[in-house]
């Protein structure tokens, strides 16, 4: 397999976790380069359910190395959690996971300072933050004022720490929220610094060794195109680049070390939080789809909007990240739907528009324009050949193929491992 960018192509929760499982099946490294704890990939493998936050997906397959890169910000606490839970789950991670000394961290007064400024924004001006902290960290990475994963591994770090919290403390007096204790987080941390010690890396050296002897890598993107901090619709974006500019930055890797780049669409539109969302079905079809497809935040648990597939949004990500070609995902909570439309263009202001504006009040705006096409109203679970789909499914997989203008390559059609396969017409 040549090296393989993966990542979401509409507003994240497209299923990438689960096509990352399939795909890492052929890769030897498996690459986290952005987001953190806000992500949230979910894996069925033999009937276990598997949801990672911050590890790369292919933990779940024996022998793959898996990296967290320097793009991502990384709450050691919930790190720690995720690593005991899958070792007391049978899954091997020590000597398997590099965690990046170049990553920034995330602390409980992050979370503070990210709780404190939602609540204070005007309702309109929420952004629907997971308040995981996620925002203020990547402030402080840019302001110059983050603390890396590798500073830990200096011996003066608890009088680091006790710094950060004094000034932290002070920010979080003016918004009127709780304060971080600094004693008592100096006392957790010292387990926390202890247990990661032996993950922490210099994974940019690592990756460069596996390029140069000719190892399979496979990046694994958090969020999706549309949250894309330059690139999404801001300001109800992540605060990483989600898209494929993100991958050498966050991972040290230069351009010519990634082959190919396999967009994850949903065969419907979901996001999560605030923001536009032309395509959105506030009736009975969006809360089928939302029920179907157990459209519920991995995260943090919130019911996702729901909507048609948007060609508009796809054609653009597919420009943004050269993408090569789709995994096509939840066709089948599309069984019972009839009839299926997709949003080819958008009418704004008297005018027909086939890209996505910058402005987010103008997206607001958009009206979606549909094609109408016939549903299949039989399931699909069970397929595993493109041929053996109902023709009308057959026929939407086309129409999505063709008004993107890329072929899909990988197809799925239920939660588990079996249920996803490779495209052949």
């Not at 600094?182 to 990661?196: K, N, Q, S």
């Not at 080819?344 to 528009?353: H, I, N, T």
Request: neutral net charge; hydrophobic residues 40%.
């Amino acid at each position: 397999m040549a090296n393989t960018l993966l990542l979401g192509a509409q507003w994240g929760d497209e299923g990438k976790g689960k096509v990352v499982d399939v795909f890492s099946a052929e890769a030897d490294i498996v690459v986290r380069y952005q987001g953190g704890t806000n992500a949230g990939h979910t894996i069925e493998v033999g009937g276990e359910r598997y949801v990672l936050h911050l590890i790369p997906s292919g933990i779940l397959h024996e022998g793959k190395t898996c990296v967290i890169g320097n793009g991502v910000v990384v709450e050691p606490f919930e790190l720690v959690k995720e690593i005991r839970d899958l070792e007391q789950r049978g899954v091997a991670v020590r000597g398997r996971l590099l965690v990046s000394d170049r990553a920034h961290v995330v602390l409980p007064y992050h979370k503070a300072l990210d709780a404190g400024l939602e609540h204070r924004a005007a309702a309109d001006r929420r952004i629907g933050t997971t308040q995981r902290g996620i925002g203020p960290a990547y402030a402080d990475k840019a302001a110059r004022t983050g603390w890396r994963m590798g500073e830990l591994l200096e011996d003066d770090w608890p009088e680091t720490l006790r710094r950060r919290v004094e000034e932290k403390n002070r920010a979080l007096r003016e918004l009127d929220a709780p304060l971080v204790d600094a004693a008592a987080l100096e006392t957790a941390m010292r387990e926390i610094v202890d247990f990661l010690r032996p993950y922490i890396t210099d994974t940019v050296a690592a990756l460069h060794e596996a390029v140069r002897c000719r190892r399979t890598i496979l990046f694994e993107g958090a969020q999706g195109t549309m949250l894309d901090i330059d690139y999404g619709t801001y300001p109800f974006v992540t605060s990483s680049n989600s898209t494929a500019g993100g991958v050498c930055t966050g991972a040290g890797v230069p351009p010519r070390a990634i082959d190919r780049v396999i967009g994850v669409i949903k065969a419907y539109t979901t996001r999560v939080g605030e923001g536009p969302f032309p395509t959105e079905l506030k009736d009975e079809v969006g809360e089928a789809l939302r029920a179907k497809g157990r459209e519920f935040g991995a995260t943090t648990g919130r019911p996702r909007r729901c909507g048609w597939f948007d060609a508009v949004v796809a054609r653009y990500s597919a420009a943004i990240n050269g993408i090569d070609a789709w995994a096509l995902t939840k066709l089948d909570v599309l069984d019972d739907i009839h009839p299926i439309r997709i949003c080819v263009a958008y009418e704004c202001d008297g005018r027909r528009m086939e890209t996505v504006p910058a402005c987010s009040r103008r997206l607001g705006r958009c009206k979606p324009v549909y094609v109408e096409f016939e549903g299949w109203r039989q399931p699909t679970v069970n397929v595993t050949r493109f041929q053996d789909l109902p023709a009308a499914a057959r026929s939407y997989v086309k129409a999505v193929e063709d008004l993107t203008g890329l072929p899909a390559e990988i197809l799925s059609v239920g939660p588990g491992r079996e249920n996803t396969f490779r495209l052949t017409s």
